[in-house]
């Protein structure tokens, strides 16, 4: 009888190999996760984690960590993800950048796509093209036809050069056949400060922050960047119902882990994920910040990384842009 559980011993770790998971796996997680997001504390991607940390604490019996490692539009966060053991205990709160930045800056040391593999696509924002408040019109087809009329007159406030806020400005540039000039500013708020100052004329940008000056008169909404309009905003069109193409997808956030993680904890996470953006009050804590949640599993996250990447490396050669 000794013998027999003895052998029983040595062949539990073989059984639960073949059954896709190990003694390790089987546990996960024994320890305190870390969530590396790659903004300041305060911005979208802090806030989606600072909500999701918790809840998915709860759910798996263990501390999770937020910590921010801002830099080079999310690459260094990206990287100390991708260089991490492949544990599951080191995720990164991925979003739109992670997949321009490869285009820009072709000397990283890591390949996001090859090197991070998604757990779920958390959610989506939609963005805005802003006007200052004084311009002669109100909708994108208006603006269109005075731009091609005097190319380069109108100008658009981005974020820096190579960010969203301006790949959106040079694909608007490209889809319409028109010529905005672009103005780089030091981050969002100085591009947003001057646009309702009325030093520059127009800026696309996330539309939480812009919200209240949009409601009350401060700013124009000329048009929605996502898949449909805004309950916010229900009068200001999408540019696709304005027949302006490439402007369907809104700016997203995902959570990836690094390659080789195993797949039983890719599955537990992405499966507490789901639990956890179920809430309705985790709904509510989203949507407060313009984020509709998706939940979309790894397959289709992954999806989505590659048609952005295309896309957005499309526009930056086309316009031949440089980061910072």
Not at 81 to 94: E, K, R
Not at 134 to 147: C, E, M, V
Not at 167 to 192: C, D, M, W
Request: aromatic residues 8%; charged residues 15%; hydrophobic residues 45%.
């Amino acid at each position: 009888m000794r013998r027999f559980f003895k052998c029983l011993h040595l062949l539990l770790p073989f059984a639960l190999f073949c059954a896709g998971g190990s003694p390790a796996h089987a546990a996960y997680p024994e320890k305190p996760i870390r969530i590396i997001v790659g903004f300041p504390a305060g911005s979208t991607g802090d806030i989606i984690a600072r909500i999701l940390a918790p809840r998915l604490s709860e759910s798996l019996g263990q501390p999770i960590v937020v910590e921010n490692k801002p830099g080079a539009g999310s690459s260094l966060a990206a990287e100390a993800v991708a260089t991490a053991p492949a544990d599951g205990y080191t995720l990164l709160l991925s979003t739109t950048a992670n997949v321009i930045n490869p285009s820009l800056y072709p000397g990283l040391r890591f390949n996001f796509e090859k090197d991070l593999m998604p757990v779920m696509l958390v959610g989506e924002a939609p963005a805005l093209l802003i006007a200052k408040s004084d311009l002669p019109f109100n909708s994108i087809k208006d603006l269109i036809a005075a731009a091609a009329t005097e190319p380069g007159k109108y100008t658009f406030g981005s974020s820096g050069n190579g960010t969203f806020t301006h790949l959106y400005g040079e694909l608007f540039n490209q889809s319409a056949r028109v010529k905005l000039t672009h103005i780089p500013y030091k981050g969002s708020s100085a591009a947003l400060t001057d646009v309702v100052a009325g030093v520059v004329d127009l800026s696309f940008t996330p539309a939480a922050p812009v919200l209240a000056n949009v409601k009350a008169g401060k700013v124009k909404a000329l048009a929605v960047i996502g898949s449909k309009r805004m309950p916010a905003l229900p009068d200001v069109q999408t540019f696709t119902e304005a027949k302006v193409t490439g402007f369907d997808s809104a700016l997203w956030f995902g959570l990836n882990a690094p390659a080789q993680t195993p797949a039983a904890v890719v599955e537990r996470l992405t499966a507490e994920l789901r639990k956890v953006l179920a809430q309705a009050d985790v709904k509510g804590q989203l949507a407060a910040q313009t984020i509709e949640v998706v939940a979309a599993p790894p397959a289709r996250f992954a999806t989505v990384i590659a048609q952005d990447g295309a896309k957005w490396a499309a526009v930056v050669k086309s316009a031949n842009i440089k980061g910072d």
